[in-house]
C-alpha cells in the first residue's frame, strides 16, 4: 500500500475551508508564536521539501527564508487555498502522495512535515520516513511539528485499534462526521522512529505542540 489514506483525504478536502480555525484557539496562541519565529529561523537558505502542506498556513512562513520550496498535499482542496495564500516565486505547490512522492522531485536539504506525523500509522512510521530519506541529501535537515494530547483543547480519543492507532471523531460546519486517524508519539516513540533514518535529535515540547528536528546520515567518506 503506498496511498494516503482516502477517508483521511476526504476528510480534509471537506474540511478545507474551515481548516485554519485550530489555530485561533486562545490556549494555543503563545505556543504558536513561538512557533512562528522558531521554524522560519531553522531553515533559512534552504531547498526545502515541505510534505502535507495543507492550506499553506505553514508555508507561508518558511517560503520568505528559504531559496525554494515544494510543497505537496494529496488535497487539491487545500492546495487552492494554499496558492492563494502564498504568493511566492520560489514556491512550487504539487498533488501528491506522503508515502509515493511525485517522480522527478530532485534532492533536498532540508524537509518540513507540519502536523503530518500525527495521521501516520503506527505501522507506516517506517515507510513514511524511509521514503522521504529518499528524496533527501545526506545531512538534510528534517523537522517536524505536530500535536501534543491536551485535555480540555484536543478532541478527545474515542477509539483505539489493536496497532496501537488512535482516532478521533470529528465534526465539520455541514453537519457531517468523520473518524479521524490521530496520533499523540511520546517522545520515546518518536525517537526510537527516527533513529533508523536521522540522527541528532533534538525534541522540543510545548505546552500544545512538539517539535523534532534531525539530520539525515551523512555519506561515509572513503578511507585512503
Known amino acids: 500500500m503506498t496511498s494516503v489514506d482516502t477517508g483521511l483525504q476526504d476528510y480534509y478536502a471537506a474540511r478545507a475551508a474551515e481548516y485554519d480555525r485550530v489555530y485561533e484557539k486562545p490556549e494555543r496562541q503563545a505556543d504558536l508564536r513561538t512557533l512562528r519565529r522558531w521554524l522560519p529561523s531553522l531553515l533559512v537558505g534552504t531547498h526545502l521539501l515541505e510534505v502535507a502542506c495543507g492550506t499553506g498556513y505553514w508555508t507561508q512562513l518558511v517560503a520568505p527564508v528559504a531559496a525554494e520550496v515544494v510543497a505537496v498535499d494529496a488535497a487539491p482542496e487545500t492546495l487552492e487555498i494554499a496558492r492563494a495564500r502564498v504568493a511566492n516565486a520560489a514556491v512550487r505547490f504539487l498533488v501528491g502522495d506522503a508515502y509515493c512522492l511525485p517522480a522527478g522531485l530532485g534532492t533536498f536539504d532540508a524537509s518540513l512535515a507540519a502536523f503530518w506525523f500525527s495521521h501516520v500509522p503506527v505501522a507506516r512510521r517506517r515507510e513514511f520516513l524511509g521514503g522521504l530519506s529518499s528524496v533527501l541529501a545526506p545531512g538534510a535537515k528534517v523537522v517536524l511539528v505536530d500535536n501534543r494530547f491536551v485535555e480540555g483543547s484536543s478532541t478527545p480519543i474515542g477509539e483505539r485499534d489493536e496497532d496501537g492507532d ?13 473518524r479521524v486517524l490521530k496520533i499523540f508519539p511520546t517522545e520515546a516513540e518518536l525517537r526510537a522512529c527516527i533513529a533508523e533514518v536521522g540522527e541528532r535529535l533534538r525534541y522540543t515540547a510545548f505546552d500544545y505542540y512538539w517539535a523534532a528536528e534531525y539530520v539525515t546520515p551523512k555519506a561515509d567518506v572513503a578511507q585512503s
Not at 166 to 178: M, N
Request: net charge neutral.
Open 166 to 178: 488512535t482516532y478521533q471523531l470529528r465534526r465539520l460546519d455541514d453537519g457531517s462526521s468523520h
